[in-house]
């Protein structure tokens, strides 16, 4: 599974070295189960990232190309086997989108709009499970 992850992630992006984990007491042991854990984005709204000298290290379109190889990855299981992607939190940058918490979705639908293909690639076509970071809407 990890080399079949390895292809797959090579043909989009060039990457040559994935970690990979084998620990029974997290039941990650099997091999034919892989768990793929994707790394905080921060992603802000165009308006924002023009106040602040801050931005992020992110190529959308290459972002875009990883989701949706990520995506036929998990399509392409087989009976048997398990393929989950996880985001483990911090996706939108809501604490410098405003000072207070906001009391609707306005703020994280602002930071989405300025994304809208990413977006669309991790949230309807990729669906991961998303754990929540201490920037997230649901724990803020």
Do not use: C
Not at 81 to 105: F, K, Q
């Amino acid at each position: 599974m990890h080399e079949r992850l390895l292809t797959a992630l090579l043909s989009v992006a060039g990457v040559r070295l994935v970690s990979a984990l084998r620990d029974p007491d997290l039941n990650f042991g099997n091999d034919r189960d892989l768990r793929v854990f994707l790394p905080d984005m921060h992603l802000s709204s165009k308006a924002v990232r023009a106040r602040y000298q801050y931005g992020t290290n992110y190529a959308a379109d290459l972002l875009i190309q990883v989701v949706d190889a990520l995506t036929t990855l998990r399509a392409s299981r087989q009976d048997g086997e398990t393929i989950e992607v996880y985001h483990i939190g911090d996706y939108l940058d809501l604490w410098r989108e405003s000072l207070a918490p906001a009391t609707d979705e306005r703020v994280a639908l602002d930071i989405k709009a300025d994304h809208p293909d990413l977006v669309e690639a991790l949230e309807e076509r990729l669906n991961p499970h998303f754990l929540l970071g201490n920037h997230d809407f649901g724990l803020w």
